[in-house]
């Protein structure tokens, strides 16, 4: 063997660098090419984020570009054929273009909420955000409210930032690092990096988890938990490092609200919100500083920082007037006594002892192991520091604890729990990433009622925002939702990220209204992104009286055959990564890193498959065509040629210097974060490794919350509006003004009669435990397991389980059970058993695990596949031994005093409750048909797909050859 | 010189990244292609110069779970030379790698029969005898940078949980680690004396003494409260009545 050790003989190369979109972690990347094939694609050494490494996704993107199941024309559906059956006929781009926007500019005309876009993974929420509001439609999302809605919510609403983009835990200098729930999916490399070098430096790495899998897998100690259950974990800590005085109270006292007096005169209106002084509010999305300390030597009130006082942070004290008051950090030690480590025993499944050992880890490890760095600073105040400091506890948390009900409370907890070990934007401890951190909350805010959606104008307002008391609701005159989803109701207050999941069910049934057009763009919503996805598919299928379909015209975007498009009307091919320019930008989810802003970008690299489009440009010919205002000149004129030219130049405001990209801005690329539009602006970043990024100085890269050095150079980039301290929310004074509004204590806006109960109870300012909702609403002796997912990491946030190479590592799942459970039931391992909710039933194969708490299963999630769907044949192990869990979830729950048709959801932000399902499991009769159960008629190719691909019974990829071999 | 790959399960997370670098750079490269049989139909299976094969070790809760990748070992005594009938299977002199001459190859199996770490696939498209080359198309490659004549996976793993180099120099950086924390062969007793190392799990612990947990500088001063024992302590009051 071994003919050519030279690689460049066989054939023309060329090597470009772009950002990798296998999964939402944004990689950057180099991709070679031979004779205009992908010869390899691989980790840019020279990128901030990945540092050259790459993963399993990463490396099989050949597979993605090359798949069946590729779509390459606009397709409608076939005349007289029934949605949902995938018969198609090809049109034009042109035919695509005048049917949409036809359809799209008479609804703008009459009544603009009758049109709904909701995206999946897309990371451009930039510019589907903004196409929706000058649209004037209420009714956008992407996929947040189903994915991680909760962890984004409970810490900025707590901390002003949050993990995944927005911060992580700095392991570069932590000595103890617990990671709660499964994790693993966002910022999966530079986590992985930062992971083996703190195991090799010898840190401490602590997984609480039900299942150990993942980076578990490697955690020095396992500690299984019963899933929903996070919070009574968390409040458990933070019960015995108060009782043992393990906390930072210089930092607290600095930094939060604990030391803050609250008013505790149960007849006031104003009870549980902070004493104010005075002084006239400020303008401003910003927490004013108007409130008062109890100072120790003066033995009275104080307005905060006062010169030279010492607050109480815990006692109860009486102000002058009589009015009774207590610090908030007083209110916390209150709401924690009944927590004890006993208590968190008997709901979280772990020991007493073990909880107090760990407690004491951490307190300990943050109070003797403390990081002081010569580095000086200012704080917002004006106070110098000669150094910084940070004490060693770092912590990481995802989706396990967001995908309850109990999510948020869970999530708020950890946040809390995180301050009082005082690791927030510390060395060793939390880190935020640019543009975080924010005003808690951020300043954002959703439209406020009907006013706010008028015909050919756009959505007075931001789709999506950040609520800070009531008035900020989106609601009609009787407190009823406007939005298709109900976010931004009293159903689900601070759903920051909307309900997608609730967005079909919603509209089939015509409550709040019908809508006309749903678009949905790379999001399976017939299929692993519905949570009810028997009843999706029968409600995207289902006709009104008249034989008119429930939700009339259905619109998908995406660049492979799925289960989803099967049931549009009208398909719209996208392209590949590889195919199309795209930013992640700083209006968006950028790729910071704890040192400083970074945005990046995609080139083609590749020209696209057939007559695929980049959805970005379908966007700005639809806007331009519609005439929506950003995208037309004050004559109504095309403003935009396509997404490249957009991109460049594109401001927020005339002349505001803000745009999509914040690298090499400026005539001549001279400026940054902000600058005139710069028409060389792409050349650049090709020239850059796709990458723009700016290390802030040192003195700049902590306490950001407090750091008056970055503050004013954030200020000065456009990046925030006020220099003004973050202070951490222990207590939530923002929770509290809902639940006076349900308790009758307010004047404004006032929840309906049906939710006051609901909302009085969840807006607590203090974390609480309670039972996951399914859980308070189910039989639990009938249905006594939780059954949860994960994501493998071949597949961890991706959409690839056709591809050829991933697919041979996970072809089908089963469901992983403790053997001690199954033996119960007389289960082995291997057999075909059935797995039950109060929702539905489904057949799937046991595989016995020992690394799975035993009132747990589980199973891998999303390798399941309906028959023929994403270019994989009708046999194909996906859909005959993988199954879809979701069959058996439900999206609302079962009818109680809330109402008849409440979300499955965090009752604070609309978070899907995915994880907190309850089933049965029994072993199948004999005689059953070995194969997962539920099935469906297979799908067809459709056409302009590579049909004969997928029958194809060998394929060797040889870049420069494949093509020609076909 | 002897070239090997240490593995060290320590960090290894079983995330796949090597297994799929590995695939895609070798598809295409001088060992290639690796075919895929079935590749969008029923029980897909290929060929892979390296897999993670993923297992548990003990019951709940005490309970590990171990991802260790496997390739051929590149063994400095390996048994699927000397039975190979063509000389197809052959080692270098030069660097130690372990290599199959796809011309001269049959397709006997003889080799895989030998190898007792089940590290030889046979392609059954071209029905010849693969396996890991140790990327021998990038480590000498004057085109590519120094930097990266390093083998794929290596290049690609997130947790460097795959070091590279030559174990018969001990100053290099997989000799120090085998040496120094206790770098290991798979099966040494069948004298194969595997090139490849694997290091272990190891286990950092915090010990905490009870005096750690009262110090005088104890915030609850500050409040005017001391750390008070848990309420429900049993006490003498409660079990001592003279």
Same mark, same amino acid.
């Given at each position: 063997?071994?003919?050519?050790?030279?690689?460049?003989?066989?054939?023309?190369?060329?090597?470009?660098?772009?950002?990798?979109?296998?999964?939402?972690?944004?990689?950057?990347?180099?991709?070679?090419?031979?004779?205009?094939?992908?010869?390899?694609?691989?980790?840019?050494?020279?990128?901030?984020?990945?540092?050259?490494?790459?993963?399993?996704?990463?490396?099989?993107?050949?597979?993605?570009?090359?798949?069946?199941?590729?779509?390459?024309?606009?397709?409608?559906?076939?005349?007289?054929?029934?949605?949902?059956?995938?018969?198609?006929?090809?049109?034009?781009?042109?035919? !695509? /273009?005048?049917?949409?926007?036809? #359809? &799209? +500019?008479?609804?703008?005309? @009459?009544?603009?909420?009758?049109?709904?876009?909701?995206?999946?993974?897309?990371?451009?929420?930039?510019?589907?955000?903004?196409?929706?509001?000058?649209?004037?439609?209420?009714?956008?999302?992407?996929?947040?409210?189903?994915?991680?809605?909760?962890?984004?919510?409970?810490?900025?609403?707590?901390?002003?930032?949050?993990?995944?983009?927005?911060?992580?835990?700095?392991?570069?200098?932590?000595?103890?690092?617990?990671?709660?729930?499964?994790?693993?999916?966002?910022?999966?490399?530079?986590?992985?990096?930062?992971?083996?070098?703190?195991?090799?430096?010898?840190?401490?790495?602590?997984?609480?988890?039900?299942?150990?899998?993942?980076?578990?897998?490697?955690?020095?100690?396992?500690?299984?938990?019963?899933?929903?259950?996070?919070?009574?974990?968390?409040? !458990? /800590?933070?019960?015995?490092?108060? #009782? &043992? +005085?393990?906390?930072?109270? @210089?930092?607290?006292?600095?930094?939060?609200?604990?030391?803050?007096?609250?008013?505790?005169?149960?007849?006031?209106?104003?009870?549980?919100?902070?004493?104010?002084?005075?002084?006239?509010?400020?303008?401003?999305?910003?927490?004013?500083?108007?409130?008062?300390?109890?100072?120790?030597?003066?033995?009275?009130?104080?307005?905060?920082?006062?010169?030279?006082?010492?607050?109480?942070?815990?006692?109860?004290?009486?102000?002058?007037?009589?009015?009774?008051?207590?610090?908030?950090?007083?209110?916390?030690?209150?709401?924690?006594?009944?927590?004890?480590?006993?208590?968190?025993?008997?709901?979280?499944?772990?020991?007493?002892?073990?909880?107090?050992?760990?407690?004491?880890?951490?307190?300990?490890?943050?109070?003797?192991?403390?990081?002081?760095?010569?580095?000086?600073?200012?704080?917002?105040?004006?106070?110098?520091?000669?150094?910084?400091?940070?004490?060693?506890?770092?912590?990481?948390?995802?989706?396990?604890?967001?995908?309850?009900?109990?999510?948020?409370?869970?999530?708020?907890?950890?946040?809390?729990?995180?301050?009082?070990?005082?690791?927030?934007?510390?060395?060793?401890?939390?880190?935020?990433?640019?543009?975080?951190?924010?005003?808690?909350?951020?300043?954002?805010?959703?439209?406020?009622?009907?006013?706010?959606?008028?015909?050919?104008?756009?959505?007075?307002?931001?789709?999506?925002?950040?609520?800070?008391?009531?008035?900020?609701?989106?609601?009609?005159?009787?407190?009823?939702?406007?939005?298709?989803?109900?976010?931004?109701?009293?159903?689900?207050?601070?759903?920051?990220?909307?309900?997608?999941?609730?967005?079909?069910?919603?509209?089939?049934?015509?409550?709040?209204?019908?809508?006309?057009?749903?678009?949905?763009?790379?999001?399976?919503?017939?299929?692993?992104?519905?949570?009810?996805?028997?009843?999706?598919?029968?409600?995207?299928?289902?006709?009104?009286?008249?034989?008119?379909?429930?939700?009339?015209?259905?619109?998908?975007?995406?660049?492979?055959?799925?289960?989803?498009?099967?049931?549009?009307?009208?398909?719209?091919?996208?392209?590949?990564?590889?195919?199309?320019?795209?930013?992640?930008?700083?209006?968006?989810?950028?790729?910071?890193?704890?040192?400083?802003?970074?945005?990046?970008?995609?080139?083609?690299?590749?020209?696209?498959?057939?007559?695929?489009?980049?959805?970005?440009?379908?966007?700005?010919?639809?806007?331009?065509?519609?005439?929506?205002?950003?995208?037309?000149?004050?004559?109504?004129?095309?403003?935009?040629?396509?997404?490249?030219?957009?991109?460049?130049?594109?401001?927020?405001?005339?002349?505001?210097?803000?745009?999509?990209?914040?690298?090499?801005?400026?005539?001549?690329?001279?400026?940054?974060?902000?600058?005139?539009?710069?028409?060389?602006?792409?050349?650049?970043?090709?020239?850059?490794?796709?990458?723009?990024?700016?290390?802030?100085?040192?003195?700049?890269?902590?306490?950001?919350?407090?750091?008056?050095?970055?503050?004013?150079?954030?200020?000065?980039?456009?990046?925030?509006?006020?220099?003004?301290?973050?202070?951490?929310?222990?207590?939530?004074?923002?929770?509290?003004?809902?639940?006076?509004?349900?308790?009758?204590?307010?004047?404004?806006?006032?929840?309906?009669?049906?939710?006051?109960?609901?909302?009085?109870?969840?807006?607590?300012?203090?974390?609480?435990?309670?039972?996951?909702?399914?859980?308070?609403?189910?039989?639990?002796?009938?249905?006594?397991?939780?059954?949860?997912?994960?994501?493998?990491?071949?597949?961890?946030?991706?959409?690839?389980?056709?591809?050829?190479?991933?697919?041979?590592?996970?072809?089908?799942?089963?469901?992983?059970?403790?053997?001690?459970?199954?033996?119960?039931?007389?289960?082995?391992?291997?057999?075909?058993?059935?797995?039950?909710?109060?929702?539905?039933?489904?057949?799937?194969?046991?595989?016995?695990?020992?690394?799975?708490?035993?009132?747990?299963?589980?199973?891998?999630?999303?390798?399941?596949?309906?028959?023929?769907?994403?270019?994989?044949?009708?046999?194909?192990?996906?859909?005959?031994?993988?199954?879809?869990?979701?069959?058996?979830?439900?999206?609302?729950?079962?009818?109680?005093?809330?109402?008849?048709?409440?979300?499955?959801?965090?009752?604070?932000?609309?978070?899907?409750?995915?994880?907190?399902?309850?089933?049965?499991?029994?072993?199948?009769?004999?005689?059953?048909?070995?194969?997962?159960?539920?099935?469906?008629?297979?799908?067809?190719?459709?056409?302009?797909?590579?049909?004969?691909?997928?029958?194809?019974?060998?394929?060797?990829?040889?870049?420069?050859?494949?093509?020609?071999?076909? | 010189?002897?070239?090997?790959?240490?593995?060290?399960?320590?960090?290894?997370?079983?995330?796949?990244?090597?297994?799929?670098?590995?695939?895609?750079?070798?598809?295409?490269?001088?060992?290639?292609?690796?075919?895929?049989?079935?590749?969008?139909?029923?029980?897909?299976?290929?060929?892979?110069?390296?897999?993670?094969?993923?297992?548990?070790?003990?019951?709940?809760?005490?309970?590990?779970?171990?991802?260790?990748?496997?390739?051929?070992?590149?063994?400095?005594?390996?048994?699927?030379?000397?039975?190979?009938?063509?000389?197809?299977?052959?080692?270098?002199?030069?660097?130690?790698?372990?290599?199959?001459?796809?011309?001269?190859?049959?397709?006997?199996?003889?080799?895989?029969?030998?190898?007792?770490?089940?590290?030889?696939?046979?392609?059954?498209?071209?029905?010849?005898?693969?396996?890991?080359?140790?990327?021998?198309?990038?480590?000498?490659?004057?085109?590519?940078?120094?930097?990266?004549?390093?083998?794929?996976?290596?290049?690609?793993?997130?947790?460097?949980?795959?070091?590279?180099?030559?174990?018969?120099?001990?100053?290099?950086?997989?000799?120090?680690?085998?040496?120094?924390?206790?770098?290991?062969?798979?099966?040494?007793?069948?004298?194969?004396?595997?090139?490849?190392?694997?290091?272990?799990?190891?286990?950092?612990?915090?010990?905490?003494?009870?005096?750690?947990?009262?110090?005088?500088?104890?915030?609850?001063?500050?409040?005017?409260?001391?750390?008070?024992?848990?309420?429900?302590?049993?006490?003498?009051?409660?079990?001592?009545?003279?």
């Amino acid at each position: 063997m071994i003919a050519k050790e030279n690689d460049n003989d066989a054939g023309h190369i060329e090597v470009k660098t772009t950002t990798c979109y296998m999964c939402a972690c944004r990689c950057g990347i180099r991709v070679t090419l031979r004779d205009g094939e992908v010869r390899y694609i691989q980790g840019n050494p020279e990128h901030p984020l990945n540092k050259g490494v790459m993963c399993a996704k990463g490396a099989s993107g050949i597979m993605k570009q090359y798949s069946p199941a590729r779509l390459t024309q606009p397709l409608r559906r076939k005349q007289g054929s029934e949605r949902g059956t995938g018969e198609f006929e090809p049109i034009s781009w042109e035919e !695509a /273009f005048s049917t949409l926007s036809e #359809r &799209l +500019g008479k609804i703008r005309a @009459e009544d603009p909420s009758k049109f709904a876009l909701f995206t999946g993974r897309d990371q451009m929420q930039a510019l589907t955000g903004m196409f929706s509001k000058q649209f004037g439609t209420p009714n956008y999302a992407a996929h947040g409210g189903f994915c991680s809605v909760n962890m984004a919510a409970g810490m900025i609403y707590t901390i002003g930032g949050s993990f995944w983009e927005f911060g992580g835990p700095d392991l570069e200098r932590a000595k103890l690092f617990v990671m709660i729930g499964t994790a693993e999916d966002h910022h999966s490399n530079p986590m992985k990096i930062a992971l083996s070098k703190f195991k090799r430096k010898g840190g401490r790495f602590i997984s609480i988890n039900p299942i150990r899998t993942g980076y578990s897998a490697i955690a020095d100690e396992w500690v299984p938990i019963k899933p929903g259950t996070d919070g009574a974990l968390l409040l !458990a /800590f933070i019960h015995e490092l108060l #009782r &043992l +005085g393990l906390y930072d109270r @210089e930092f607290l006292i600095d930094y939060s609200n604990a030391a803050e007096l609250v008013n505790q005169d149960e007849t006031s209106d104003e009870f549980g919100l902070f004493m104010r002084t005075d002084a006239p509010k400020e303008e401003g999305c910003f927490d004013q500083q108007n409130k008062y300390w109890w100072d120790r030597d003066k033995n009275q009130a104080v307005p905060v920082r006062e010169e030279g006082a010492d607050p109480f942070l815990l006692g109860e004290f009486e102000l002058k007037d009589g009015t009774k008051v207590k610090p908030s950090f007083q209110l916390l030690k209150e709401q924690v006594e009944k927590y004890t480590p006993e208590w968190a025993e008997g709901i979280t499944g772990i020991s007493a002892e073990d909880i107090r050992r760990i407690a004491y880890e951490m307190g300990v490890t943050a109070r003797d192991q403390k990081i002081e760095l010569p580095i000086p600073w200012t704080d917002v105040w004006g106070k110098d520091h000669e150094s910084l400091s940070g004490n060693p506890v770092a912590f990481h948390s995802m989706r396990g604890l967001a995908a309850h009900s109990n999510g948020f409370h869970s999530i708020r907890t950890l946040g809390i729990l995180m301050s009082i070990l005082g690791t927030i934007d510390r060395p060793g401890g939390f880190r935020h990433r640019a543009p975080f951190p924010r005003p808690i909350p951020p300043c954002a805010k959703p439209p406020k009622g009907w006013d706010d959606v008028k015909p050919n104008t756009p959505l007075n307002g931001m789709p999506l925002g950040w609520p800070a008391d009531p008035e900020d609701l989106f609601v009609d005159d009787k407190g009823e939702p406007i939005r298709i989803d109900k976010a931004f109701s009293w159903e689900h207050p601070l759903s920051v990220h909307g309900l997608m999941h609730n967005a079909i069910t919603n509209a089939w049934r015509g409550d709040p209204y019908p809508i006309d057009t749903l678009l949905i763009f790379m999001s399976n919503m017939a299929w692993n992104s519905a949570m009810n996805t028997g009843d999706v598919r029968n409600m995207l299928a289902d006709k009104n009286e008249d034989g008119e379909y429930k939700i009339p015209f259905l619109v998908v975007a995406d660049a492979f055959q799925s289960e989803m498009t099967a049931f549009a009307d009208l398909v719209l091919p996208d392209t590949t990564y590889l195919e199309r320019h795209d930013v992640m930008s700083m209006l968006d989810r950028p790729i910071s890193e704890y040192e400083g802003p970074v945005d990046s970008v995609r080139v083609p690299i590749l020209p696209p498959t057939g007559e695929c489009k980049p959805f970005q440009d379908v966007l700005i010919e639809l806007g331009t065509r519609l005439g929506l205002p950003a995208f037309v000149t004050a004559e109504g004129k095309r403003k935009y040629r396509d997404y490249p030219d957009f991109i460049v130049n594109f401001e927020t405001e005339p002349g505001s210097g803000i745009g999509f990209l914040s690298g090499w801005r400026g005539k001549g690329g001279e400026d940054f974060m902000r600058g005139e539009p710069n028409p060389k602006q792409w050349e650049m970043y090709e020239k850059n490794n796709s990458v723009f990024h700016y290390d802030l100085p040192k003195s700049y890269q902590y306490m950001r919350n407090w750091n008056k050095g970055y503050l004013t150079w954030a200020q000065r980039h456009s990046l925030t509006r006020y220099v003004e301290p973050i202070n951490i929310h222990i207590y939530s004074e923002v929770l509290q003004k809902f639940r006076l509004a349900a308790q009758g204590k307010t004047k404004g806006k006032q929840p309906p009669e049906r939710l006051r109960k609901r909302i009085e109870t969840y807006f607590s300012p203090l974390p609480f435990y309670f039972e996951p909702l399914e859980s308070q609403l189910t039989d639990t002796r009938t249905y006594p397991l939780n059954a949860l997912t994960q994501r493998p990491m071949a597949m961890y946030h991706s959409w690839d389980s056709q591809n050829a190479w991933l697919r041979q590592i996970h072809a089908h799942n089963y469901l992983f059970v403790n053997p001690k459970l199954a033996k119960e039931q007389g289960i082995k391992d291997g057999d075909w058993i059935w797995a039950e909710s109060s929702h539905g039933k489904l057949r799937c194969m046991c595989r016995f695990s020992e690394a799975v708490e035993p009132g747990t299963v589980w199973t891998w999630n999303a390798i399941g596949k309906a028959s023929g769907a994403w270019g994989l044949s009708p046999k194909a192990n996906e859909s005959q031994k993988g199954f879809l869990l979701n069959h058996i979830i439900s999206e609302e729950l079962p009818e109680h005093e809330a109402g008849e048709h409440i979300s499955n959801s965090d009752p604070i932000t609309g978070q899907a409750a995915w994880f907190d399902v309850r089933v049965r499991i029994y072993k199948a009769e004999d005689g059953e048909p070995e194969q997962t159960s539920p099935q469906f008629s297979p799908l067809k190719a459709y056409p302009g797909m590579n049909g004969k691909q997928t029958k194809k019974r060998w394929q060797a990829y040889f870049a420069g050859m494949f093509s020609k071999k076909k | 010189m002897q070239l090997a790959l240490l593995i060290d399960l320590n960090v290894c997370v079983g995330c796949h990244a090597c297994v799929t670098s590995c695939k895609e750079w070798n598809t295409s490269g001088a060992a290639g292609p690796m075919a895929d049989f079935n590749p969008y139909g029923k029980d897909p299976t290929g060929t892979f110069f390296n897999r993670v094969q993923t297992f548990e070790i003990g019951a709940f809760p005490k309970v590990e779970t171990v991802h260790f990748p496997k390739s051929c070992l590149h063994c400095e005594e390996p048994p699927c030379v000397p039975v190979c009938p063509t000389g197809a299977s052959y080692k270098r002199e030069e660097d130690g790698i372990v290599l199959v001459d796809y011309d001269k190859c049959i397709g006997c199996k003889y080799c895989s029969w030998a190898c007792p770490y089940g590290a030889r696939e046979l392609d059954e498209k071209q029905k010849v005898m693969k396996k890991c080359t140790l990327c021998v198309d990038r480590l000498y490659d004057q085109n590519l940078p120094e930097a990266e004549r390093l083998p794929s996976c290596v290049m690609a793993c997130p947790t460097s949980a795959r070091l590279y180099g030559d174990i018969h120099d001990p100053d290099s950086e997989v000799s120090v680690q085998i040496r120094e924390n206790g770098g290991y062969q798979l099966m040494p007793e069948w004298g194969t004396k595997p090139s490849n190392h694997y290091l272990p799990r190891r286990k950092t612990r915090i010990h905490l003494h009870q005096d750690e947990l009262e110090r005088v500088d104890n915030p609850l001063k500050k409040e005017g409260l001391q750390p008070q024992p848990p309420s429900d302590q049993k006490t003498l009051d409660e079990t001592t009545s003279w």
